[in-house]
């Protein structure tokens, strides 16, 4: 079983401290960061952590793909910082970078906590409008009323929900912010949307529907902030609790009525209108971006920008042209990792290939098959892009649409049923799976060469000491994660000379260029983590000679790095050196640790096997 508590307490070490966390959401699969000073994050520790995917820097963010089980890791998170639980904290001082780069952290920060019961809803009024197609509920009974309204009823306020949100990341009063979303959204302001004549305080303007829109109160929301921080500051305290909620519903909910809405309005139309053409004239192109490119936007974190864009496309429109290529994308990346599962003859390979292919075909989670296979064996991602793009554009051509935001896969399909040509949807979608699926499996790929079983191991692995030094237990090291045992079981040497030898005959599995760490992987299948110091990634290779590189095959004793303990020491970093053992559900405990003084070569400790029981002989 997984152990989410030493998961999340390895991340937040590798990524500095929280002292060095400005703000954290997660979505789907992964936690994202954004750090104070990106070079205190130590990566080479973070993707040794059990429970860590890989790590990507994108939009500004520091993203730890963690796979399905990210809110686990997120709500232990929680209980150790102020960060995680079941909300993030907001931004101190705002995201980093370009323009664009705030963009997307802000619409993964406001959307991210919603995007599960948007998906879940949408979800049910897609099986639900499958239903009403093909004659299995009645529409006009009140079982399908009292459903629809549970499937529609999120969407329809979604304001409401991005007011607490949005206020959240943006630091304002999230009572006033909802206090703004249900005038928008109120009986009898809904029912004047259209009306003629309508005046505020003598200036005439037009009602626009606000039902389902997003940038309105994302916006109103921001100036809220704004006014809230000069309102406190300048009334008196006896009455400011009172009246800043009152002057900021006063003025706000106007602006968005004269300005804001009709504004948003305008654009979101031309936006809509836009997609359509596209669409109409050239939907094969549209379709073949939006198939070809997704996951691509995905392993940057940028495809983050386009759900508000599909959420317009809706309120405007209806309908989300865009959303059913990526259908397209998601299955085509699934079926290059299910020929991966067919084709591979490594059997590491085809257990990591089988739980992806499900996780993306059926929930359209494709993070495990994209990092952890399509990605790494280059090909099969190359292959599903190919798929994905053909995929789409013929999807696209045949003008298919969703009426429901859903995360796209194989049981969301239903939000595509009856909603524009469906033989199109069927050939598309049997291009983007057949595609790669046989483009893998025909053509296929360079496979890594069998190694020795990560899960379950038969023997016990010593583990000889890397440097000459002073045996000290792991719980004596000035660190928490390495001292909790939240990196993994080991222990620690004091180093008495600057050279790091290696423990075992066996693989480097990751020689970082800063050489403050190095991880191995045994003939037997130990996979240890040499540490050189505490926070010594700061350092970014000062004072380190690395002398191997990540893949070489080494002898126990070869030289893996040197380094300078004295000046490292005046630099302020303390040159402890935990070696603990990563892969604890193979080796999940240590024994005969040596203590005091020990050189390199002697041994350490003991990494003891998960041994699995004989079977029993039935007669």
């Known amino acids: 079983m997984a152990d989410y ?14 002292e060095n966390v400005q703000n954290l959401v997660h979505c789907a699969t992964r936690l994202r960061f954004v750090l104070k000073d990106d070079s205190k994050a130590d990566t080479a520790a973070v993707k040794a952590i059990p429970g860590v995917v890989t790590v990507a820097q994108a939009g500004g963010q520091y993203q730890v793909v963690i796979g399905n089980d990210v809110p686990e890791v997120f709500a232990e998170i929680g209980k150790i910082s102020k960060f995680g639980g079941t909300e993030s904290a907001p931004a101190e001082a705002g995201p980093k970078g370009s323009l664009f780069t705030r963009f997307i952290t802000m619409i993964s920060g406001i959307f991210t906590p919603v995007l599960w019961t948007l998906a879940g809803t949408g979800l049910l009024k897609a099986f639900l409008a499958a239903a009403a197609t093909f004659g299995w509920i009645d529409t006009a009974g009140s079982t399908y009323l009292v459903l629809y309204a549970l499937s529609d009823a999120f969407i329809n306020f979604l304001p409401m929900a991005l007011a607490i949100t949005a206020a959240r990341y943006f630091k304002a009063n999230e009572w006033t912010s909802l206090a703004i979303a249900g005038a928008l959204l109120y009986p009898t302001i809904t029912a004047a949307v259209g009306a003629e004549g309508l005046t505020l305080f003598g200036i005439p303007f037009t009602m626009v529907s606000y039902v389902s829109s997003v940038i309105p109160i994302v916006i109103i929301v921001w100036l809220q902030s704004h006014a809230e921080k000069f309102l406190y500051a300048k009334l008196h305290s006896s009455v400011k609790r009172f009246l800043t909620p009152m002057i900021v519903v006063l003025v706000a909910v106007p602006i968005v009525f004269l300005v804001i809405g009709p504004i948003s ?29 997704w996951q691509v936007f995905v392993i940057f974190g940028l495809h983050w920008g386009l759900v508000p864009v599909f959420q317009i496309e809706f309120q405007t429109t209806g309908q989300m042209l865009l959303i059913a290529p990526v259908f397209a994308a998601v299955l085509a990346q699934a079926a290059a990792v299910a020929g991966v599962w067919v084709r591979a003859r490594n059997k590491n390979l085809k257990s990591l290939a089988a739980p992806a292919t499900l996780s993306g075909f059926l929930a359209g989670i494709t993070e495990p098959a994209i990092y952890g296979i399509n990605l790494p064996l280059k090909r099969p991602f190359a ?54 699926f046989l483009m893998v499996v025909l053509i296929g790929f360079k496979e ?12 016990d692995v010593e ?11 792991l719980s004596e090291v000035p660190d928490a994660a390495f001292a909790s045992g939240g990196l993994g079981e080991g222990v620690a040497i004091k180093p008495a000379s600057g050279a790091v030898f290696a423990p075992f005959d066996g693989t480097v599995v990751a020689a970082f260029p800063t050489g403050h760490a190095i991880g191995l992987r045994s003939v037997n299948g130990a996979e240890v983590l040499i540490h050189i110091g505490i926070d010594t990634v700061k350092l970014n290779g000062e004072h380190f000679t690395l002398h191997v590189t ?12 040197e380094f300078d303990g004295d000046a490292i020491e005046r630099a302020g970093y303390d040159t402890i050196t935990p070696v603990i053992v990563t892969n604890g559900d193979a080796f999940p405990a240590i024994g005969d640790e040596a203590a005091g003084p020990v050189a390199h070569g002697d041994p350490l400790f003991l990494a003891v096997a998960a041994h699995v029981p004989d079977a029993v002989a039935v007669n």
């Open 463 to 473: 583990i000889t000491s890397p440097v000459d030094g002073t045996v000290v237990p």
């Open 383 to 436: 292959f599903g892009i190919v798929g994905g793009a053909i995929g789409g554009a013929i999807i696209a051509m045949g003008g298919v649409f969703s009426t429901a935001f859903v995360v796209p896969s194989a049981l969301a399909l239903p939000a595509l049923l009856g909603n524009g040509n469906m033989w199109f949807l069927v050939f598309g979608l049997g291009a983007a799976i057949l595609i790669p």
């Open 550 to 561: 990540s893949g070489q095959e080494v002898k126990a004793g070869d030289l893996l790095v």
């Open 265 to 293: 309005d305008l654009l979101g139309g031309w936006l809509g209108d836009g997609i359509g053409w596209v669409f109409s004239v050239v939907p094969w192109l549209g379709g073949a971006i939006m198939g070809g490119l």
């Open 448 to 459: 890594p060469a069998e190694e020795a079983p990560a899960a379950v191991a038969t023997d």
């Open 5 to 18: 508590a030493k998961t999340a307490a390895g991340v937040l070490k590798g990524v500095g401290g929280e």
